[in-house]
């Protein structure tokens, strides 16, 4: 009789922790996946502190990427869509953060073999994120498109969740804008942070 | 004539007791089976987890990523209860319906930790031929339900995670699901279809098992006639 209670105990304890389980576990993976990372404080005009080079004339799009960052496979992923459908006049840059002290080869990972593969695609090392910190960015994904006066026409993430690959607005936004040359956006990033709190850098 | 006419509903009742203890012994196999298979599957949910995204990020400092504490612990809590079902009340209904659901919620987590592949999703098509096996339509109908209840939720508060899109038509998690029903239709019809083999097998051994009894009795009494006649001459 009491192995046949405690049995019985055993098997509603696991019933309920399993119930509890999937519905943490929902919650848990719903609250991650739709918390967006730290939004740019986004320059107007093209930083004039950036080190990276601008045609007078051209548009430009800049993308900050932790090579570390999961996620940010879902944003190269995105970028590639734009770049193959943008006007091949589009200077695009993904900017690779890389602590001064990690050791060689800390940033060669897939989400920067990703990004050097991309086409009509210049990948620059961002050391301790200086270039991040001119832009305004603090999250991996987040993107810039500036037009060919220097003048911010988006700054957001173009990725729908985090680590989400796919068709949504911040992407379509981009390709619209870059295409007509005409309008303004914004869009939630989602990503890791790209400098380490307190001690990295930030604007 | 009349003596197989009467034995009839012993030779049914012996065929019925045959096809419940096969029956029984398919699915306490089964059982064992989904066990040892919801354990690989959360072995593997654990490696994924550690090999598509470790850790998050934040500058050069990391922390182990929400995926792998979701791999180690949401699939622990989807494991545990199967599994002691499994060793506990092997082949009863509740064992083989929280299976089902089990199995279908490991293919929902398995799909988030690869990263939303699409690949991923063909372990939800895998897993409901899997519990075919089971012979029992009702466990396909629970994963079915999962599957479903999986998609209509997620598209309801979450629907990026489900369709790639932010706004898809409500509609949608039936498509989804549509497709599901397309592979339960054939795994359903074979699940009855099975049965019915599996009775008419259990019900042809039945009649061996009776033929082969009144075989022993005619010789037994033959022999015990030949025994009197040997007496009789002797």
Known sequence: MNRRVLLT??????????????????????????????????????????????????????????????????????????????????????????????????????????????????????????????????????????????????????????????????????????????????????????????????? | MSENHAAVPAINARAEELHREQTLARHKMLDRMFAALLVVQYLAGIVAAFVVSPYAWAGKERVLHLHVWVAVLAGAGITLLPVLLAWLRPGTVLTRQVIAASQMLSSALLIHLSGGRIETHFHVFGSLAFLAFYLDWRVIVTATVIVAADHFVRGLYWPESVYGIADPEWWRFLEHAGWVVFEDVFLVWSCIFGQRELRASALRQAEIEHLSEMEQLKSAALEMALSEIRTATA
């Open chain 1, 9 to 203: 105990g055993t098997l509603i304890l696991a019933g309920a922790l399993w119930a509890a389980t999937v519905a943490a576990a929902y919650r848990a993976i719903h609250r991650f996946e739709t918390t967006p990372g730290e939004a740019a404080i986004a320059r107007e005009s093209w930083p004039a502190a950036s080190q990276l080079a601008r045609t007078p004339g051209t548009w430009s799009l800049v993308m900050l990427v932790h090579p570390h960052c999961s996620c940010s496979r879902a944003s190269i992923h995105e970028l590639a869509a734009i770049v193959e459908k943008a006007p091949r006049d589009l200077q695009t840059s993904v900017l690779v953060y890389r602590p001064h002290d990690a050791a060689a080869g800390w940033e060669r990972t897939d989400v920067y073999a990703s990004a050097r593969r991309l086409r009509h695609t210049q990948v620059v090392i961002d050391e301790d994120g200086v270039e991040a910190a001119a832009f305004g960015g603090f999250t991996s994904g987040q993107t810039f498109l500036y037009d060919g006066d220097g003048r911010l026409r988006f700054a957001g993430g173009i990725t729908s969740l985090r680590g989400h690959a796919g068709i949504n607005r911040g992407r379509t936004d981009v390709l619209s804008i870059a295409t007509r040359r005409s309008g303004n956006g914004t869009h939630p990033v989602f990503g890791c942070a790209i400098s380490t709190p307190a001690t990295g850098a930030k604007p």
